[in-house]
């Protein structure tokens, strides 16, 4: 929310600003939560891309926690200085993100192996040379539904296709935070004049980051499970501390 408040980063010029007052914390931070709320996200990621590396997953996964920390990066960038420069570094890599998740839902049955990742690849391309001149408002919000649209069927199929009941919780956990989160936006978006009148701002969009971020994490996890199944790489499903979920699978000697 703009207050008037001299700042480092110079008048807002990003297209949406959060229910957050700006600036409330530091000249050099816009919206101080919606900025921290992206650090367990990073966190995450970084434990998710230990185990793809360590335990020798097939790229797409390592690639996919990359897009996903370079999203959580992007984002405290552009909650930081509410720029209209730093909004593209957060909302490019959303889109990034959706393409490489239809990659890998859709890819395993896909006959014509080269077509799929060039198409997406130039798509992602040209959604960011476009996306840098034209701003789409309500059109990138849309667009970025429909994307995730695309994924649910082939999200669900493979969540009535495994067996293995710690897995099937991760989709849960999936469905959970993402309704959860999506709550927390739509709060935040809608209801922020009442809620600004409030003794204690709840910083719905912060919890969105958060709850976002364990979603991403769920998502990859179970991919991951569904992946190593479809390999006969004998995964199962482990607590780290007991706490956090991952797959530990098991290669045949000739792989």
């Known amino acids: 929310m703009a207050d008037g408040i001299s700042s480092f980063w110079g008048p807002v010029t990003s297209t949406i600003e959060c229910c957050e007052k700006n600036y409330a914390y530091s000249s050099y931070i ?18 998710g891309l230990v185990n793809a590396l360590s335990q020798r997953f097939e790229k797409r996964f ?27 570094s957060d909302e490019t890599p959303m889109v990034w993100e959706m393409l490489l998740y239809m990659y890998i839902l859709y890819s395993p049955d896909w006959h014509y192996r080269s077509t799929m ?75 922020c004049k009442q809620i ?20 991403c994490y769920f998502a990859n996890t179970f991919l991951m499970f569904c992946r190593a199944q479809q390999r006969g790489w004998a995964p199962k499903v482990v607590y780290l501390m007991g706490i956090l979920p991952y797959v530990q699978i098991e290669k045949p000697k000739t792989q």
């Open 30 to 47: 816009a919206e101080f939560y919606n900025t921290i709320s992206n650090i367990p996200t990073i966190l995450l990621v970084f434990v």
């Open 117 to 191: 990742p060039t198409f997406l690849f130039l798509y992602g391309a040209v959604f960011a040379a476009v996306h840098s001149i034209i701003r789409f408002g309500i059109g990138f919000k849309v667009h970025y539904v429909i994307l995730c649209l695309i994924c649910i069927p082939r999200m669900y199929k493979y969540y009535i296709h495994t067996q293995d009941a710690s897995a099937k919780r991760l989709a849960k956990l999936y469905v959970a935070t993402l309704s959860l989160g999506s709550l927390c936006w739509f709060c935040d978006r809608v209801f």
């Open 196 to 215: 600004s009148s409030w003794p204690i701002n709840p910083q719905g969009h912060a919890l969105w980051h958060l709850l976002m971020g364990f979603n």
């Open 62 to 88: 390592s690639i996919l926690h990359v897009s996903n920390m370079i999203l959580a990066i992007g984002s405290m960038l552009y909650h930081a200085t509410l720029q209209h420069v730093q909004q593209q």
